[in-house]
């Protein structure tokens, strides 16, 4: 079993940034998959980013590209997603997911085995 918890969330205004650490237990963390979604409101969860078990690979989606920077440190069991640049669209509740059956990074809300209670992302314009 694997917890999750996020970190890092609150109000930025337009244009500024915000560091979310997700720390993770357990002692195969280094193992997973590891993904960031977010949840706006009255909208389906979507994907954000995500990053293979060893860092090396990372994908994103099209509306952060760019401006969203996902890593991770197994030393620490922690994964961060660097946001700038932040927009009035990208308020939501971010989540952090791990997948215990997939090793790289996956958009697939489905291949998440593991979800932290999330941490509320505000943009002010």
């Known amino acids: 079993q694997v917890q999750l918890v996020e970190s890092g969330g609150g109000s930025v205004q337009a244009g500024g940034s915000l560091r979310l650490s997700c720390a993770a237990s357990?002692?195969?963390?280094?193992?997973?998959?590891m993904g960031w979604f977010r949840q706006a409101p009255g909208k389906e969860r979507e994907f954000v980013a995500g990053?293979?078990?060893?860092?090396?690979?990372?994908v994103y989606a099209d509306s952060v590209k760019g401006r969203f920077t996902v890593s991770r440190d197994n030393a620490k069991n922690t994964v961060y997603l660097q946001m700038n640049s932040l927009r009035p669209e990208d308020p939501a509740v971010y989540y952090c997911?791990?997948?215990?059956?997939?090793?790289?990074?996956?958009?697939?809300?489905?291949?998440?085995?593991?979800w932290g209670q999330g941490t509320q992302v505000t943009v002010s314009s």
């Open positions: 990053i293979s078990w060893s860092g090396g690979i990372t």
């Open positions: 997911a791990a997948s215990r059956r997939i090793r790289y990074p996956s958009s697939d809300y489905a291949a998440y085995d593991y």
């Open positions: 357990g002692r195969t963390f280094s193992n997973y998959g």
